[in-house]
């Protein structure tokens, strides 16, 4: 059995054996395919620069899936997975070359009922919830790059976002229904995990199975209104924020809050925020808007610009200013900013966020996004950083975890490094069954390069 | 200004001026219309057996409750408005006869939109459902009753119930979005109150206007799904239940737990509960039940009945096995037992639950209904008391209220006592306003008894 991924120097025969399926070999796409987004990192950026696949494979549906898992196991090259390349962490970046597996053909919905849609990985979010809206139902939560972002690289790469405050995250049981997954072997199975089972390839950044189906729980489309609130100063936006989190009878899908500076790199919001004031950018339903409206007044706000569930479709999407794009339009500004990712403790009285708040002035600017976790709103962070050194980054970073919060580190493109810090053994086991050879985005679970053999 | 109302000898002239709007004078009618279910409570049945209004009138819309508040108004004579009279706290009993208004033919739905419905105030719950649900959207929270409260009665008399454990309390903010009002004076106005003005007359038993349109939130109507789980102890099902409340990805409508011997009166669904078990009563989404039943396991239970979402009309409905329903079927068997209500204070260990489970045996048998309260999901309970006196039932209500524990005691008539133990200014202040003469519901209010005129 090797354990090393082949390098081919020659891939006519290769290509020779998918009997016609889609291959990418221009250099300039090959290398296009092979990036995500991971330039938001300065720690990542030297890490991951020139780190190109050889030939882009695009398989149409699960059956071209199963063969090119075959050749690629039959020739021992790596096999990256993508969707869209939305992520922020190398997570489809190639390591060590070979293919990249291009999901985006895959285009079906087979099925969508109240409440669960069962669909194919390549499809896009904002066209799923097309699609499902029909119906009257909608993903649950989405990332702010929701109308690139494909729902299998969404499963496989990200964590949570717009709808975690309802919802909570990814990983919470319940949030994914199931998984159908072809192995990487001479003779690929193809797998369905239901229930707790999968979690074997939930958030596994595409290291041990490929995705070719999902059956994801779909939540009310209701008519959302969006909606800009100021505030004089940041703890009363957040504050507010906790109370809207908090507020059970309020239906809401984002509370992103931005201490100043911040909302200065958004130059379509400009004329709604008032000089100096921090925000909070909001989505709730329509018939929540007069409870919110009370509420934003209650902790001290004005609400500065609402757009109307009618005019959904028209002007900016607010949801493209929170989470990651925040950091998108901040970079856009300056390209020498950062960020990081903080989950707070669950806390009354904020004292912790506050602290931080206060602490690092302008090197660290507050912005927030509210989810549930464990049954609580909790605020997390992606703070926008000023970068001066990969020291600096994690110092600030041990402050933080020095103070109680949990820092899930996007500086990094190790699986378990970034995430919950501890190798998972059921993701590691599923990777031993279903990739013997260890094709599958090398490089990327420590828990495969540090296992014993 | 007459500050004690009327009691008419003779009705001849005030059914006249009534010009035709229909009467009920029949004893045995007027008698049964003056009832509700504070039979469930001893301690009520001597205080209010006997009370009954001398007429009960029928409007059959706004136009005849306007006329029917000012003929009240110019003979000074007390207005009872009642639903469907299933509270059981002699909300809708007539301390001091006079009219009885029975709201029931205000059978109007102006409009149902994605997540909000427009309702008159006569209309039932379940019928409220027929309507909303065409379009895919149901009511937030129902009583047990579902199938005979009035939407009007509910938010004049209740409190929360079935869809509370997603969205908490009918007096959180947005689970009412507007009241109409007809005010008791010789021209009565019709107000409307939106906001947080609707507090001015949520859950004030009548005392305050009378409701005649609502525009009440609606929920997602999930296909959902009922289902039995049997515990082999009461702690295990206890904490199981806080996890399914925490879970932020499952969806559920229903966390209801019946200790032993609790779970023997339930007659009809003894078939699915093992001798000696402690049961949780569930429903969550179709989505959602895979989710719940890895948790079930997770826990130590076993699921012994579930009925899919396509059977919903067919056989028992276990949301009638819960809340104050329990009490019936508790008090069909033994018409010695009662209840209480109890709020828990939110704990991870449930450790206030575990000992109050503990400490009375079976004179205080344990039933749980788990909802939000200011995000979080909490145990409430209606235990099943077996009543000696109303000194012993004082010396519990005493020993809980000691160890943290809030109780809104059924035991009482006066809104004030039952409910969060403090005189509303604001609900009193409108009281002043649209009830000059204190007709409405006299004796129900105490800050009303004891304001200085």
Redesign the interface.
Known sequence: MTLTPNRLTNWDSFIAELNGIETIQDPNQVAKLSQDYYTFSPVLVPQLTGKVGDLVVRPANEAEVVQVAAVCAKYRVPVTIRGAGTGNYGQCVPLEGGVILDMTRLQGIPWV????VRVEAGVKLAQLDKKTRE???EIRMAPSTYRTATIGGFIAGGSGGIGSI????LR????L?AVRVVTLEEEPRVLEL???DVQKVNHAYGTNGIITELEI???????WVEAIAAFPDFMSSAHFGQAL???????KKLISLHADPIPTYFTALRPYIPEGSHIALLIV????L??V???VKEYGGTITYTKSAQDAGKGFNLAEFTWNHTTLHARNVDPNLTYLQSLFPPEKDLATLEHMYHHFGDEVMMHVEFL??????VPAALQVIRFTTEERLNEIIRYHEERGIFIPNPHTYILEDGGRKAIDPVQLAFKQEVDPYGLLNPGKMRAWLEREV
Chains 1, 2 share one sequence.
């Open positions: 009922k109240p409440g669960v119906i009257g139902w309802t919802y909570g995250q919470d049981r319940g949030n229904l239901r229930g707790d729980p779909l939540g009310p489309a209701y008519p989190g908090d507020a059970d009878g309020l239906i339903a329509e018939g929540s007069e409870g409206q009370a509420l549930r976790m464990g049954g609580r709103a």
